[in-house]
């Protein structure tokens, strides 16, 4: 997405790391997507009180548990069953990737990132089922690239 266009959509990056925070949450921004940052899994509980979030993008750092804990409660705390994540790893969790197959709208990209291919898994997130439903329950329209107003 060119920048200047926002997407209206909203993606939460949570990563202990403040160096790789400020630049994941960086490319979202300029690519068009509202973000809100937390380095830890605490704070990112509080967002879904804040803002309806879209995605989710948790860079797993040295507890990949924590991070596949994080899923089930924040998807609890924003109302959100189907809210999909993008877990970002290191190759030190070699095999995270089939743990995530399981679950509902989880991926897992390994590092090092290229944010192209970042930005298109957030894009392609957004065309799950719960956008859509949420969009519904909000009374908007959404307003991405490829979506018709009749």
């Known amino acids: 997405m060119p ?9 939460l990056v949570v990563d202990p790391n403040p160096i790789s925070l400020i630049a994941t949450a960086g490319a979202l921004d300029s690519a068009g997507y509202a973000c809100f940052c937390a380095r ?17 993008v948790v860079n797993v750092g040295e507890d990949a548990e924590d991070a596949l804990a994080l899923i089930p409660q924040l998807r609890q705390a924003s109302q ?3 809210l999909p994540f993008l877990l970002l790893a290191d190759g030190m969790w070699a ?3 089939r743990r995530c197959e399981v ?3 989880v991926r897992c990209l390994f590092k090092p990132i290229d944010p192209n291919v970042l930005l298109d898994l957030v894009q392609q997130s957004l065309w ?7 969009n519904r329950q909000r009374g908007t329209r959404p307003r ?7």
């Open 80 to 82: 959100s069953p189907q």
């Open 103 to 105: 679950m509902e709208g």
């Open 95 to 97: 095999g995270l990737e």
């Open 3 to 11: 920048p200047g266009r926002a997407s209206q959509s909203t993606v």
């Open 144 to 150: 991405h690239l490829g979506w018709v107003e009749l």
């Open 40 to 56: 830890t899994s605490a704070a990112a509980l509080q967002v879904p009180n804040l803002s309806t979030l879209d995605s989710v």
């Open 128 to 134: 799950m089922p719960h956008l859509i439903a949420g």
